[in-house]
């Protein structure tokens, strides 16, 4: 591993990881490095990651019949994980949380929401995920929920009342929104609305590939204004229409593109590990240093690559969480 790679602050927004600890056939003991699936421990370790959002899916395939337990099922998960690993995973719910973590500590790991779902339309439930350690919400995943419409609801609605609500409240609790899976008319709202920066997650740029998933320049340039962050992501599927065909050079392709358009001081990785397809080349966890190594072939800074790596994000999240 690169020794830029392994001084840096590592911080991957998004992964589905967790749904490797729920019960059942596709169980998963996270603390051995596994043949199926893309993330462990282990590969944590090796890929030199020092933060990683889990996020909490509210959902089987589709959302479950009660997307409360489904979310809280993997909130579970986590908490097994920290409690059967204490040297290999910490909860980060504070600022200070975030400055505690070191290359050769244990890795951070901040809960994550991905859709509104879970909060079965009642702002309480906000309140609960946080007192659990809730520290990024995704408002949407694709469908429509209480608070707004994912990507692949037609029409032009933005946020509910309800959403509005669920926006006031994190911002109040401290808690990151992220706009990867909403509509554009919700993005806007989001924009408008919040009091604090907000990231995309795990989200890449649709000038190089219509894909809904993909953000505008526009978008890309508004997240960044308000201070936020974009997380390039390693889909497959949001690089090439056939996605076993997108490439380690395409992802690269789309996190030059939102450099050049959100500026170095507002990008970062949401690998979507566990969650999809992935671009071949970084296949699993273990595959970060390569992003390091190639931009550091392209020329870049020392600087703007720690800030890609996880320094933009960790600011955000310094800006958002308690202090401490
Ligand atoms: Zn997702």
Known sequence: MHPLHYHAFVFDGHCDTLAWTLPGPFYRDLR??????????????????????????PGEGRIAASPASAALQRLEGLYTLM???PDHLTLVR?????????????????????????LEGAISLLHT????????????????????????????????????????AANQLGIVI?????????????LALSRRPVIAS???????????????????RAIAGQGGVVGATFVAEFMRADKY?????????HLEHIIDIAGPDHVGLGSDYDGATIC?????????????????????????????????????FRQVLPAG
């Open 202 to 220: 795990h989200s890449n740029a649709r000038v190089l590939f219509d894909h809904p998933r993909n953000l505008t320049d526009a978008q890309i």
């Open 32 to 57: 051995q490095w596994g043949q199926a699936g893309q993330l462990d421990l282990p590969r944590l370790h090796a890929g030199g990651v020092n933060c990683q959002v889990f996020a909490c899916f």
């Open 245 to 253: 065909e997108a490439t380690f050079d395409d992802f690269m392709a």
């Open 129 to 168: 995920f946080h007192r659990l350690g809730l520290r990024l919400l995704g408002l949407a995943w694709n469908p429509r929920n209480a608070a707004c419409d994912g990507i692949e609801v037609g029409g032009n609605y933005g946020l509910t009342s309800f959403g509005r609500e669920v926006v006031a």
């Open 280 to 316: 071949r080349g970084l296949e699993s966890g273990e595959r970060y240093p390569l992003v390091t190594e190639a931009l550091l072939s392209l020329g870049y800074s020392e600087t703007t690559i720690r800030g890609i790596l996880g320094e933009n994000l960790r600011r955000v």
């Open 94 to 118: 504070t600022g200070a949380d975030l400055d505690r973590l070191r290359p050769d500590g244990p890795i951070g790991a901040i809960l994550g929401l991905e859709g509104a779902e879970a």
């Open 83 to 85: 409690a059967q690993a």
């Open 178 to 190: 992220d706009v990867s899976h909403l509509n554009a008319a919700g993005v806007e709202d989001v």
